[in-house]
Every structure is written in structure tokens, then in C-alpha cells.
């Protein structure tokens, strides 16, 4: 088994990158609720190559509907969208039918499925199966956002350059600014994570980065202990998205280096609502919500695709060679991961949300 | 839904820290393996109270096997061990019925609960829980053993002190050292870590830490993409340990800092087997593993339970208070909770490897 | 895997006839609920041997709630209960652990646990183990009662004598009619039923018979199409029982047989509510209720133990061979099993009400 | 959740019988199995209207398939298909939107889903939804009969006449004559069954009927006791079918009426093979199989849709109404059911064979 997730709101992702199609179909969404087709589209082109740029797109990369909505609205039966691949040159993969990439599951999907799989352009493992992921969490997220539930993320980090952290509470002129392709909070730093990105390009490599990400608006009492908390639900989801290598909620590993007295979040009640003065714990204690804002953040490690020679081995032969990964890949993969963080959050919170 | 974890190896945890008792049931067990039982004791001892000492221990805490297990080997029927809770002083957790400890799961439990959970030690959120887990991890871990696999962890890190980590084999004069109450690869490091834990005792605080785990002897070949990778299921059983805040495989948030070069693991032929020169991945492309050690690190926030007066809520009467936590708690939840990381690691390997 | 059932609410049964105990915990409740302790084993003690006797049991087989219960209310963690197996003599099934008796699982649990099951008494697979169902049952029934919800069942028939069948309400005087031990609606049939029972016996064979069951006061809406309905769920656990060989809804397989202008359940308005003038579809349409009560037939087989001489085989040899099954065994398990068919449909009932 | 079965091996289905397709994807299977896409049309179009007829058809109705299928072989990841739905004619169904078709799913659907479920031809409730039951069936069909495993089906009652039971070994003669749009053994049953449906569409009336169906070759072993066994899963599945209303193993409920000497089957050894000399227990015995032929039946109501004048009420008035089905509709449904057993059959016993 591989590609679904959840179990209120259920996520199964088909598709292979040079395949006929890519979809996605969800199971458990509430009957009746109107989509804003508009906003899906937006929400989506977030993802898409080079951003969400002024200049009309091409059609060929929308999702079309094939079930689960009915007069613009979901019917509660599985809504099925799909992404037809076009213009895919699958030619140029006939190396890494027998040559694994470093940093890629060439090696690894060759082995566990006996040199079946579909191996141009990564297949199932591709990170264009992630428009699945943000279709599915822009549906989710809309539901969420009727409920008073938001999710914002933002570039925390590329390489060495860190933007600055979320605050407690996401203003509205915060939000403006992450409303957009390469979302970052302080503009200074977003201008250095870019030439970072383009500095790298230039050397035929790449480079890492973290996504923050925060949902605002839950109530306290969501999550369950030990198994089907928060955390581990959201992990979960978090590592079916290519490249991360991480998460950490709250303060995380940063909390490891703490005192008790340092990292307990004191409580204290704001009109009639608990409230916490600070929040290390991610707004998660024992797997359930307090009220507060739940705050994580995710490593994605760099591209493994660089224009640089590698050594490597032909699984094919058992020899040792060398590979050089061609075509224009992106230098970092972080900017078009930030939906795909809050996406696949929104699609983890829903589920969590219908628990009973 | 809350206490079970896994598809192909299911466990399945109950009791709360003051109730009749404590315990597990494992489904998905092969059939005809002889338990060692001695060895399952030494294993669960590690993570008792005062490590694994050499004076004799009370029997109470013994684990109980009610069924799944006939004549020393496993029947193939569900494998069900109890603990029974004894001497637990339950008066003085009259306070924390309305009270919050920061950092505790008090309110957020009852909220979920509507008053309902046994708060008495923390009920089903207690540390004590982690027993289950332990018992139940010993017996993958046999079974794991039996086929080549091994599972080492040390305490990474407590407070700002670092242990030297794992390489890529871990030699015998190693395995020796792990295999106590306090493991750590370099014994300077665990003198200083004693002291923090010591010094945060004495001045009624407490700290946190991390733990390296590492996974020997696993085939390439094991995991999934998407969403039941290795990642995916080691993240979300982790995220069952009370307390865990974080976890990295391989490079982890340094990756992320990383250019490609730097991080992209290159292959080599090694006689007739993959390796790779180094393990940034942590033994994982694609959710799969690639034969490589599987590593990862898992971030321990301090012991919340501290003697210090904080500040915090009466949840019933919604008024701010303060509370002092009474009683004897570990400053450090590290070194008990290293057996628990192995554990965890043993049934979610289990898990993945009945995976077809 | 095995012995677990259930999305919403969970059932982990565990056991075995002579281990040490049986046992079963429940996911999934809501917390705050007060059990009726009196009316649990009430309940339990109409699946016990010999009925619901006024003479006092001893209370030996009485289930020890382990965990779940706090104040006699339900704390919303795993309620864990366990039957501790006392006196067993299992001395007398030296010979089932190589020679199958027919219509047991002695030969199936052989080769699937390669030997190593625990074959004393039939093992996990004993009716022994029913009474985790009851348990669960009439938890989750206590449940379902507070929303209005009630299930009731007779002795359908045994061998050739068929009871009364049920109508679409239940009177005063036909619920205490069948809050016994031997429940049927018609006595006559009841007593030539016993009689086939006993003379069964007394030629050292045994009878089978049905058991119709039907779910009042539930509302229209709950279930789903395809896969989750409620005609699939309560199929999966009813077959779970040992012995039943078939269930069918409504009509069912008389249905079968008839013409659509005869079986289709015309609706029509009562007062605000709708209602349909017959029930041929045991009140599921597209696997969701339609307001109608949920009624339902499960075939059982006769009980395989018979004293009669069988031929059969040592399955350790290979040869061919004959067996005498000893002991005490029912003649007809119709009786202990009626029970058995609420308390399923009482689990599948409370997972199909939490179903968002 | 509603439209997803299996563990090992997963389909989900998704679409609605005027939406823009239906389709399935089977997460699960083995990668490297070559397709044979000429027996599956083959296999797919027994369920067609009309029956498996030499005129050519239409392409209109064949599956595409989107993903998991790479130069011919199951590439091990997600194998979606979809079949689009054209020339359909929506306009028919405005009544139904609030008018309750007796015997199908309007008001129920209308019920749970608030009004918003796409009620055109039924919707995602529609028979049309099985199609994808039989191309995910057939795809596993190739895979159990590359293990010697085969499925075989015959209608086995209409109204009141029935064909020849199924005997322990089916021989070549007879799987030449199932494999048509009309399967039966006994030639003069299956013409008494034409005139029935005949009749009945004459009389502006259906009829219904039971299949019987049978699986060879499994060896003993497979499936698991209480929850997972092999009549738990087979019965879960098959009540996703359309107009199922019961199901029977082996003898079914015609054991119920036995003595328990008639209706244990007695075992031999067969050269070294342990067979039964009767297979009333269905070849499962403690929800496992024993090596005979896995045996069932399955009970199909009346197509609900005739051309009679009937009472019901329109539900978003709650008036009483009357209303005739309009539209050509299949009189019987067994026939073309028959395939869709086969198949959810091969579906659950695929999944039943990779449970470790």
C-alpha cells in the first residue's frame, strides 16, 4: 500500500509523472458545501513552476473534476480530480532506468518493485504528485476556512538565511505577504534567500530550507493522546511530501536544549478563553489542541537534481559509474513547497477536525 | 480514537497511570516464535524508574501475558501483557482535577473529555504508558533480531551537552556501552549530561534532550512512497511518546542548510552490495530504504512536571491560579525514554516489513 | 491480523480458551458515559451456560474492567475488560492438537499458525471468546439505549421449528418475552424447539437454527453506500461468531424469489415522519437506514462437537483416522448465541452512529 | 468514508452515474504483472447491457487507464482507471430529486447528504458503479489465476427456478459454459429463467435472484479468525454490490436445519492432500480456508425500478405521492451481477492471500 492517507477524510493519489494522468480522490467530505473553483485555481498555482505569475497559464495543468461535485457543490460522495500530463519527453529518462540519481528513489523503487515501476521522471515518486496533495488540501481548506480554521505558511528558511518567525497572532499585513509565491515575512531576507537560490543555479547546484506553518482558529480539545494526536497525524502526511526530512513542533529540538521552567507554557485566562503566555508546545499538549495556534515547521532537504557530475552505480549491472542529471530543475524546492505544506495541514486538521 | 498503532503489526494500548492496570495487545504476530523472556525483562528494565540496577526489582512491575503465547512461543493469536498498577498514591492529585500543570495534557484532556478522563497521574496520557510500548517493542525486536536486524539508540544530547553521534557501523565496544541505563558513545559527554540533570534537579527544574536511533541489517527495498513510507510510519508512532517534540532522519534540519553536493549521497558498489559514501538520508530515498543504516534523531522537550510555583488556570472556575507540581519526577525523561525510541522503532519496522 | 473490528468505535478481543484470561478493549467511546454495572452482567449472563439462572453465579467468569472506567463513568481511553479463564482441564484435548474435528478450526489453525496455536479447547477460535462480544455489546448497547436506539432478537428456529417472525414494532409484552435465556415470541415453537435440542442430545448429535435480530429508534441517514453500509458492517462482525455460515436483511434471500412490485416497500407519510408499509428491505436502502428498523437473520450451523464417532485425519501424519469429541458440549449454540447477535449489532450500530 | 474496500489490496471507487466518469484505483497489487487487456474487455463486458453479444461495441464504455500500468506490466504503484460517461440524458430525472424511487436510494442519500447528492441516475448509488467493481476484479482475477486460483459464478436462481448446484470440481465443460452473458449449468433452468424475466418485463414487473459463485485453488491457511477471516471479508465486499440482501457459505442457511452429523464435513487424505468428503462448511472453517473450493451464495432483490404506478412521498414536501419509473431498466439484475461477484470475490481474495 502506498498513496492514501487518513481516515475521516480519506486522500488516495494516483499517478505517475510521464503517465496519462495524475488524480486524486477524496472520501469523507461533507455533502453541500460550495466550492470557489477561483480560489482552487489560485490556491494551486502557488505550486506551479515559476509561481503564481501575472501571465495567463496554460489550461493543460488544471484539475478537472470527474466526480463528488454536483451544481458547484460536493455531493459527499468521493470527489475524484485529475491532472492530464501533456507534453511530457519522456525520452530523456532512459538513463535512469539503470543509473539511480544520488538523492532520488531511482535505487530504491527499482528494487522494491523488481524494475517494474515507471521510472521516467520519478514516476510515482515525483514531486508533480504533489499537485494532487494541493488539490486535495485547497477542497480542505476551504471547508476549514468556513469553521473560522486558517493556515498560513511561510519561507522560514533557504540554505543559511532565516526569515522571521510567526508571532502569536498573523496580522493582517502579514497575511498580504504571504499571499504570494515566495512568501516570506521579513523582505530583506526573502531578497537574500533568493540569490541564494540563484547563486546555487549558477554553480549547478542547490539548496535546502524549512517551511513554518501555522493553523489559527481551532478550538481546544482536537486530537487524541498517545497514537491519533496531532502531531502524529500531521507528521504522517508531512513525510509523503518528497524532500522532507524533518518536523518539529513548537520549539522542537530547540526545546531539547531548555529548562522545564523555560519551556512550559504558563496558561492564563484572556476574558473567558484559556490562553497560553508562550507557545513552545506548538499549540499541542498530549496529542490535543489547547486553543492556541499549532505551529510546526518542516526540513526539506536540498534538489537532489544538480547539473554536477556524481558518482554513482548502474543497479542494472552492479557497476560502478557516474551520472549527470540534466534537464532545468529548480534549485530549491521550498517556494513551491509552501502550499504543499499547507495543503497537506489543511487535509490532516479536517481529518482530526471529524474525529469524534 | 486514540491508543493503536499500525496495519500489518497492530498494537494496541489501554490503561490509565492510577486504574487497575496498564497494558498491551499485539496483533499480527508470527506464529511459533520463541519469546526469550528473560531478555524481554532486561530490555523493559531499562526504562524503569532508577535504570536497570543491579538489585533485584520488585515483581510488581512485571509484565503479565494473558494470552498469545503457548508453550514459549507465539501462538499467532493476539499477544496481550498487563501490568498492574500497585501503591499509586492517588490523593494527591486532587489539584490537577481542575488545575493545569503547564506543559501537561490536564486541560487539554479536559476539554476532550468534558471532565470525564481519570486525571490521577495523568491518566491515559501518563509516561507510565510507555511500558506498553516498551513490552511490545522488545517483542518485535526479538523477532527483528532473529532475521539480522538491530535497533541501537543513545542520548544524543541533554540540555546543551551533544554525545559523539552514530557513524555508519556501529562496532562492538559500542553495542557494550549502549547497553545500560544511561547510553551515551562518549563517556565525557554522559558525565556532563549527569551533571545538568543533576544541577536542574537541585534547582527544582528540569531539562530536555534528544535521542539517536539507528536501524542495522534492514534490506533496500522496505517502505513505501507517499504516505506508509519509513519516514511517514516512524514519524507517527513516535509522536506517541509523551513528550517527543521533533524528528530528523538522517541530516535532518541540517540538510536543509545543505546544497546538493553536500547532501546527495553518493552510491558505490561494495562487492556486490549499494552503498552509499555517506548517509545524509538516513537510509531513506522515497520512503524506501536504500540498505543503509536507517537514523534518525527525536527531540525530547524537559520534564514539564517541575517544583517550581507557575502560573497557570483552574480549568473548572476559569480563574487564573498558580500550582506547584508535588511529588518525585525524573528532571530528565531522556535516558528512560531511549528504550521507549527502540522500542517504537522496533514495531513500526515490524510493521513495514510485513508489508507487501 | 485478526480479532480487531470497527473504524469508529474499536474492538481488540484477545485470548484464549485455557490461557490465562480473555479480554477485550474498546476504542472509541464517548467519555462521561455511567455504566449500569447490574445490567452488564445482566446482560453477559444470558450468553453463560445453563442461561440466566436466579440461581448466583459464581463469579468467576465475570469480566474485570481493567482501564476505561473512572468513577463508574467511561473516561474516553481504551475500556479494557478481561475474563480471567479459571479451572480449565486441559489435560482432554491432547488429541486435537493432531486429529481435526470436523467442522472445528483444529486442521485451518494447524497450517496457518504452522503448529504453534494454541490448540487447548479450540484456542482463540473457541466460543469462549463470544463473550468479549457481550461485553463490548452491552457497553456499547447501554450507549445506544440513551439515544433511543434498542436491539432485540429471538431463536428464529432451531432445526425444522420456526418461531414467529418479528414485526415492525415491538411490543411491552414480546420485549419481556424475550429477555430470557431461551427467547422466542411463540411458546409452542419454543417448546418443540427444546424438545429438538434434547433430542439432539440424546442421540449424541446436534441442531442448528437462525437467530432474527432487529435495531429500533435508529434514524434515517446513518450508513453508506458501497462499502461502508450498514448491511456490510454488520455482515463483517456477524461473521465473526463462530458457527454462522449466512446472513441476509430484510426478505433476503426470499426476496429473491419475489417480484419487484412485491418486494419494493412503498413509502408514504405518517404524521411528519416518513415510513415505509412493509420492511422487505430490513429499513437499509443504498446501505443507509431509512428510518424503518434494521432487521437481520443469521444462520447458524450445528454445533461440530459431537459424540458421535467422526472420520477425520491426524493432520501431523497425514493418515487417515477417526474421532469421538468428549466433554460437555451445548447441542445447540442458537441460545448462547442470541446474545452474541445484539451485542454485534450493538458495536456495529454505536460505529456506524459515529460515522460522520 | 463510503467507497473504499480492502487492507492489503485497496480500491476506491468514485463517480456518479451522470457525473463526467466513474473510475477505481486499486492500491496494492503487485508490481510487473503483465495485463492481458483483451481478456479484460472480455471479462468487463459480461456486465454490459445487452451481455457479452459479438457486435462490436461501442469504445464508449471501456476503461482508460490513467496510471500504474507501464509498457504493458502493473508498475506496483496506484492503478486508476476511469470510464467516462457520455450520451447520458439527465433531464429524466428531475422527479427523483424529490420523489423516493420504492426500493432504491433516493430518500436515504437525500437524508444523509442533505439534499446535495447528485440524484441523477442514482448517483454514486448507481449500478453503473459496479463496472469499476469489475475492472478492479478482473485485473486481480489475472493475477489469482497466475497463482492457479479461479473464480467461477452461475446464475443460480431466478424467481422460482433454479439451476444445478456447483458440485466440488468444475469441470471443462462447464466453465465453457459459464463463460457467457447467461451463465447456468442446467440449459432447460436457464431458459425457464429467460421466460421469467421475460414475463415479468411484460407485466411491467422485475424479478430477482441468487449466484452462486465458487472459488478454486486457494490452499488451506488463508484468512484469519473473528474479524479478517475469509466470510467476513467476502461478505463486507459483496453488500457493496447493488440489490444484495444476503449472503450464505457453503450450506448456509440450509444448515441450520441440519444435524450436526450431517452437516460436518468429515475429513480424508487424498494421496497427501487432507480433503472433505462434503464441503458444507463452504471450504472455510474458523474463518480460514481449508483447501476445498470456497463456496458461496448471494441473494439479488428485484430490480427496484418498474414501470408500475407506486406509492411513496416526496420527501422534500413530505406529502404522499405516487410515481412510475420511467426509462428502460434491466427487469432482473442477476445476470449482469453475475460478473460483479466474480469480481469483488477475486478483490477480496487477493486481498485475503497477501495477509501475512
Request: hydrophobic share 35%.
Amino acid at each position: 500500500m502506498s498513496s492514501t492517507w487518513g481516515k475521516n477524510v480519506n486522500v488516495s493519489i494516483f499517478g505517475e509523472s510521464h503517465g496519462q494522468a495524475i488524480g486524486v480522490t477524496i472520501n469523507g467530505l461533507p455533502a453541500g458545501f460550495a466550492l470557489d473553483m477561483a480560489e482552487l485555481q489560485r490556491y494551486m498555482a502557488k505550486r506551479k513552476p515559476g509561481g503564481n505569475l501575472a501571465t495567463p497559464r496554460s489550461e493543460d495543468d488544471l484539475p478537472v473534476i470527474l466526480s463528488g461535485v454536483f451544481n458547484g457543490k460536493t455531493t459527499g460522495a468521493p470527489l475524484t480530480a485529475v491532472i492530464y500530463n501533456k507534453n511530457t519527453k519522456s525520452g530523456d529518462y532512459e538513463n535512469i532506468s539503470h543509473c539511480a540519481r544520488p538523492g532520488h528513489a531511482d535505487y530504491t523503487a527499482y528494487v522494491k518493485y523488481n524494475g517494474a515501476n515507471d521510472y521516467r521522471g520519478g514516476g510515482h515518486f515525483s514531486g508533480r504528485l504533489t499537485a494532487c496533495i494541493v488539490f486535495a488540501g485547497a477542497v480542505c481548506s476551504q471547508i476549514l476556512k468556513s469553521q473560522g480554521i486558517e493556515i498560513f505558511a511561510h519561507i522560514s528558511s533557504i540554505s543559511d538565511v532565516n526569515d522571521t518567525p510567526f508571532e502569536m497572532v498573523v496580522c493582517d499585513e502579514i497575511k498580504s505577504k504571504l499571499d504570494c509565491d515566495f512568501p516570506v515575512i521579513n523582505d530583506l531576507a526573502g531578497q537574500q534567500m533568493k540569490e541564494r537560490v540563484k547563486n546555487a543555479l549558477e554553480q549547478s547546484d542547490s539548496v535546502g530550507g524549512t517551511v513554518e506553518c501555522m493553523a489559527t482558529g481551532l478550538p481546544a480539545g482536537i486530537g487524541s493522546p498517545m497514537f491519533d494526536g496531532v502531531e502524529n497525524k500531521i507528521a504522517s502526511i508531512m513525510f509523503g511530501i518528497p524532500a522532507v526530512k524533518g518536523i518539529e513542533f513548537g520549539a522542537g529540538f530547540e526545546s531539547a536544549k531548555m529548562f522545564g521552567s523555560q519551556n512550559n507554557d504558563e496558561f492564563y485566562i484572556d476574558g473567558d478563553v484559556a490562553k497560553t503566555k508562550t507557545n513552545n508546545c506548538g499549540g499541542v499538549l498530549g496529542g490535543i489542541t489547547n486553543g492556541m495556534p499549532v505551529t510546526f515547521k518542516v526540513a526539506f532537504k536540498p534538489t537532489p537534481s544538480i547539473a554536477q557530475k556524481q558518482q554513482t552505480i548502474d543497479f542494472k549491472t552492479d557497476q560502478n559509474t557516474t551520472i549527470e542529471v540534466k534537464g532545468r530543475h529548480d534549485p530549491c524546492v521550498v517556494m513551491r513547497a509552501t502550499p504543499v505544506v499547507t495543503a497537506a495541514t489543511a487535509i490532516a486538521i479536517l481529518d482530526l477536525l471529524y474525529e469524534i
